[in-house]
């Protein structure tokens, strides 16, 4: 039922001679795949940190792994370029440019939902930004800087189903299965509107949830709104949304627990985005695509503790 993670991508293309390399990421450049993405941030030049910081190690290595999903259209999607697009993805370059990194400095790395803490407290990766809900459990392993953007839970059926109108029809069918994600939160949320725990199917990453919606297996999938409007979105005519939001989703960038100065770095970094409009147009070039989208407002940062 699960997919093996993909990971280090980056890692893998520089791995080639650094001439093959070197062509194979202007090849990326130029060959518009990214087109839809604006034009990453430029790095800042001047960035300069307190010595033993995670911002001067990331800086001086010139380097900064980051864990963001591969299969979310809208957030973090692998496509044809073999490199990850979305309103994630592009938060990741805003974030490394104001360490002084660009994005050829990034290795992505794909961070399923069950896996991002580990993949944080392992230091497998700087930072994991991975439409990654803020909430107390995780903060036990992790710390969160952000929150960068608000989503909500929602459900999502086939085009022409209509025995779901939103969670609270899921009892009255026990027939119908709902598929989620193993350690997301919507996993979680979704158990006190089931008939049994059997309506309730889980996989590794969503692409396999809509997967087994196209094939019957399912006839719901929920997690957050704006993953499942980039669904509906790729899969034209396939899907709809139904229901209002049950729930409120804060998408914070995790990071080694207790890195209060990072974390503080991370929410300077995205008040400058904000100001300078790198947010803004991190959205409309990614998410804010899809019909039906709102251009967000960076909501105010938690207090890094
Ligand atoms: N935001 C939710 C979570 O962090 C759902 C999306 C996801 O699984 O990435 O669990």
Same mark, same amino acid.
């Given at each position: 039922m699960t997919r093996s993670t993909?990971?280090?991508?980056?890692?893998?293309?520089?791995?080639?001679?650094?001439?093959?390399?070197?062509?194979?990421?202007?090849?990326?450049?130029?060959?518009?795949?990214?087109?839809?993405?604006?034009?990453?941030?430029?790095?800042?030049?001047?960035?300069?940190?307190?010595?033993?910081?995670?911002?001067?190690?990331?800086?001086?290595?010139?380097?900064?792994?980051?864990?963001?999903k591969?299969d979310q259209?809208?957030?973090?999607?692998?496509?044809?370029?073999?490199?990850?697009?979305?309103?994630?993805?592009?938060?990741?370059?805003?974030?490394?440019?104001?360490?002084?990194?660009?994005?050829?400095?990034?290795?992505?790395?794909e961070a399923p939902s069950a896996q991002r803490e580990d993949l944080?407290?392992?230091?497998?990766?700087?930072?994991?930004?991975a439409t990654y809900t803020?909430n107390?459990t995780r903060?036990?392993?992790?710390?969160?800087?952000?929150?960068?953007?608000?989503?909500?839970q929602?459900?999502?059926?086939?085009?022409?189903?209509?025995?779901?109108?939103?969670?609270?029809?899921?009892?009255?069918?026990?027939?119908?299965k709902i598929c989620s994600v193993n350690g997301s939160t919507p996993s979680e949320n979704i158990r006190?509107?089931?008939?049994?725990p059997?309506?309730l199917v889980l996989f590794e990453v969503y692409d396999d949830c809509v997967?087994a919606?196209?094939?019957?297996?399912v006839?719901?999938l929920t997690t957050d709104?704006?993953i499942?409007?980039?669904?509906?979105?790729?899969?034209?005519? *396939? &899907?709809?949304?139904?229901?209002? +939001?049950?729930?409120? @989703?804060?998408?914070?960038?995790?990071?080694?627990?207790?890195? %209060? $100065?990072?974390? *503080? &770095?991370?929410?300077?970094?995205? +008040?400058?985005?904000? @100001?300078?409009?790198?947010?803004?147009?991190?959205?409309?070039? %990614? $998410?804010?695509?899809?019909?039906?989208?709102?251009?967000?407002?960076?909501?105010?940062?938690?207090?890094?503790?």
């Open positions: 993909r990971t280090h991508r980056r890692t893998r293309t520089l791995g080639l001679t650094a001439a093959a390399a070197a062509s194979l990421l202007l090849l990326t450049a130029c060959g518009g795949g990214s087109s839809d993405a604006g034009d990453a941030p430029e790095p800042v030049e001047s960035a300069s940190f307190e010595a033993g910081t995670t911002m001067a190690e990331l800086s001086q290595a010139g380097a900064i792994t980051i864990g963001t591969f259209p809208g957030f973090g999607l692998v496509g044809l370029t073999d490199e990850p697009e979305g309103f994630d993805v592009e938060v990741g370059k805003g974030i490394a440019a104001q360490l002084g990194l660009s994005e050829d400095d990034i290795t992505w790395v944080i407290t392992q230091g497998s990766v700087d930072m994991v930004i803020i107390d903060k036990e392993r992790i710390t969160f800087a952000g929150p960068y953007y608000v989503a909500g929602q459900i999502m059926v086939g085009a022409n189903e209509d025995r779901l109108t939103g969670p609270d029809d899921l009892r009255a069918n026990p027939d119908l006190e509107y089931l008939a049994s059997d309506q997967t919606m196209k094939n019957g297996q006839q719901a709104n704006v499942l409007t980039g669904y509906v979105a790729e899969n034209e005519g *396939e &899907f709809k949304l139904v229901g209002e +939001q049950f729930t409120e @989703e804060p998408y914070g960038i995790g990071i080694t627990k207790g890195d %209060t $100065a990072f974390c *503080e &770095f991370v929410n300077g970094a995205l +008040q400058t985005m904000s @100001e300078d409009g790198s947010y803004e147009e991190a959205w409309t070039s %990614t $998410a804010g695509e899809y019909e039906g989208t709102e251009v967000p407002t960076l909501p105010t940062a938690d207090p890094c503790v």
